[in-house]
C-alpha cells in the first residue's frame, strides 16, 4: 500500500488548509486510515481516524469541532480539514492505513503504512 500526502503550506492562524491522503489498495473495506502529527523535537501525535467501512470517525479530543477527516465517495483518497489553524498546530502530518482496524486508532504501532508526511505552518 503506497499513500501519498498532500495539501501542506504555510497559512497564518485562523486560516484553513486542506490535506490530502491518496491510497493504493485493491481494497479498503477493511481498513482505517488515519492522519497523525509530528512537531520539531515532539513524538507523532495522532489526529484523526476514519474506518473505511462504515465511516466511523476519531479524532484527538483537543482537535475536534476544528478539524474533520473524510474519505472520498469515488476515490481512494482520505482528507483532513483543518479550520482556525493556530501556530500550534505546526507539524508534518502523515497519512497512515491500519489494514485491519484493530481499534487502537490512536496508537501508531497499529498503523503498517506511512506516507512521507506534508509540512503545514501556521504562522501567528
Known amino acids: 500500500v503506497q499513500l501519498q500526502a498532500s495539501g501542506g503550506g504555510l497559512v497564518q492562524a485562523g486560516g484553513s488548509l486542506r490535506l490530502s491522503c491518496a491510497a493504493s489498495a485493491r481494497t479498503f473495506s477493511s481498513y482505517t486510515l488515519a492522519w497523525f502529527r509530528q512537531a520539531p523535537g515532539k513524538e507523532r501525535e495522532f489526529v484523526a481516524a476514519?474506518?473505511?467501512?462504515?465511516?466511523?470517525?476519531y479524532y484527538l479530543d483537543s482537535l475536534k469541532g476544528r478539524f474533520t477527516i473524510s474519505k472520498g465517495n469515488a476515490e481512494n483518497t482520505v482528507y483532513l480539514q483543518m479550520n482556525s489553524l493556530k501556530p500550534e498546530d505546526t507539524a508534518v502530518y502523515y497519512c497512515a492505513a491500519d489494514p485491519y482496524s484493530n481499534g487502537r486508532y490512536s496508537y501508531t504501532g497499529a498503523y503498517s503504512y506511512w506516507g512521507r508526511g506534508t509540512q503545514v505552518t501556521v504562522s501567528s
Open positions: 476514519i474506518r473505511w467501512s462504515g465511516g466511523s470517525t
